[in-house]
Structures are given as C-alpha cells and as structure tokens.
T-cell receptor
Framework: NAGVTQTPKFRILKIGQSMTLQCTQD?????MYWYRQDPGMGLKLIYY???????DKGEVPNGYNVSRSTTEDFPLRLELAAPSQTSVYFC?????????????FGPGTRLLVL | DQQVKQNSPSLSVQEGRISILNCDYT??????FLWYKKYPAEGPTFLIS?????DKNEDGRFTVFLNKSAKHLSLHIVPSQPGDSAVYFC????????????FGDGTTLTVKP
C-alpha cells in the first residue's frame, strides 16, 4: 500500500492564481481530511469528508473548496490565492493501527503565495 | 482560545534517559487523545492514543498518561533514542473520532547521543 499520497510536493503561486492540491489514498478509508500547518503551529482542519459525495467544513475553510467523487481521491481547491494561504497542507485518512483509531497523513504540499 | 496546549516548545534529553512531553486541554468534551511524531518534510505519523475511559496506555517504549480531572496528558519515552528527535504533537477529539482532531502547537524533542 502506498498509503496517502499528495501532489505536488511544492508550489509557488502568484496572488490571485488558483490551483488544486491532489490527495489519494489506497486504504479504502471512508473518512478523509485536509489540514494546514503554519510555521511553529499545530495543524488546523480545513475540510473533511465522511465518504464519497459528502464533505463538510472544518475550522478554517475560507478560501478553499473540496470535492469527493470517489473513495480514493479528495482534492483541495484554492481559488484566488492569497499570501495568508502560504502554508504546508496535509491530507489524511482515518483508519486503525491495531485497536487504536488514528489518522494516516500524506507527506504534505508546501505552498508559497507571492 | 487554544483548546489544546503544549506549553514547552522544546525539550532536550540525553540518550537512554526518559523524555516526558506534556499536553493540557480545556474542552471537557474531548474524550480521545493522540500523539503524533513529525520529522521535517514529512507528514505526522501516529504514535499512541488513549481513550478517556483509561488513564494509561503503553506501546513499547511509549506510554501515555491521562489525568482527566487536571485535563492533562503526558507522553513518556523510555529509553530515549537519537532517532526519537522530532516534533511531537498532541491531538484531541470528541467521540473516539481520530479525525476532526484539535492539535497542539508541538514540542521539539532533541535526544543527544
């Protein structure tokens, strides 16, 4: 299993541009999540999905959109990029390790908005 | 208002000694707590979790203690190894749902050989 994969690894955007961050998992997990991590801070939830066709807002959804057409894919869309969206973005899916419920994270996408 | 706090930004310990990382929370609805480890340029990886019905959970060198009355949890690593050097995040959620977690800001652990 590849687990959770994210593309691209790094991207520079100009203010006002848009882009889609890709996320794919091969563990057949229903729940998937997008977080952002700003320097020196913890992760903040942007959006999450409980299954194909169902998404909901997290703590910091403004400026982002998501869709979930398949179990495997959960792309995050940035419209009209702003410098405040400079961050590292992590995608995750919910599963178990043994009897412990946990999240499996992708390697992250580092985004710089100039 | 930060609901999960890790008050020590950094911790340095000698190899072979115990590392103790602390976490405090304010939301009494939290009933599931997780610790993650994160290396630079990688995503967080799960270490250990604890449900509020327990006060201790062990997994190899890692033990998590939960004090519900104090709204405090701690992660003990014994013995500490140089490979344990990383950022450690405490996370909390309501309803045994590892997702929709609220994260602390992390503690950077350095284990010196």
């Amino acid at each position: 299993n590849a687990g959770v994969t994210q593309t691209p690894k790094f991207r520079i955007l100009k203010i006002g541009q848009s882009m889609t961050l890709q996320c794919t998992q091969d563990m057949n997990h229903n729940y998937m999540y997008w977080y952002r991590q700003d320097p020196g801070m913890g992760l903040k939830l942007i959006y999450y999905s409980v299954g194909a066709g169902i998404t909901d807002k997290g703590e910091v959804p403004n400026g982002y959109n998501v869709s979930r057409s398949t179990t495997e894919d959960f792309p995050l869309r940035l419209e009209l990029a702003a410098p405040s969206q400079t961050s590292v973005y992590f995608c995750a899916s919910r599963g178990h390790r043994g009897r412990q419920e946990t999240q499996y994270f992708g390697p992250g996408t580092r985004l710089l908005v100039l | 208002d930060q609901q999960v706090k890790q008050n020590s930004p950094s911790l340095s310990v000698q190899e072979g000694r115990i590392s103790i990382l602390n976490c405090d929370y304010t939301n009494s609805m939290f009933d599931y707590f997780l610790w993650y480890k994160k290396y630079p340029a990688e995503g967080p990886t799960f270490l250990i979790s604890i449900s509020s019905i327990k006060d201790k959970n062990e997994d190899g060198r890692f033990t998590v203690f939960l004090n519900k009355s104090a709204k405090h949890l701690s992660l003990h690593i014994v013995p500490s190894q140089p490979g344990d050097s990383a950022v450690y995040f405490c996370a909390a959620s309501a309803g045994t749902n590892a997702g929709k977690s609220t994260f602390g800001d992390g503690t950077t652990l350095t284990v010196k050989p």
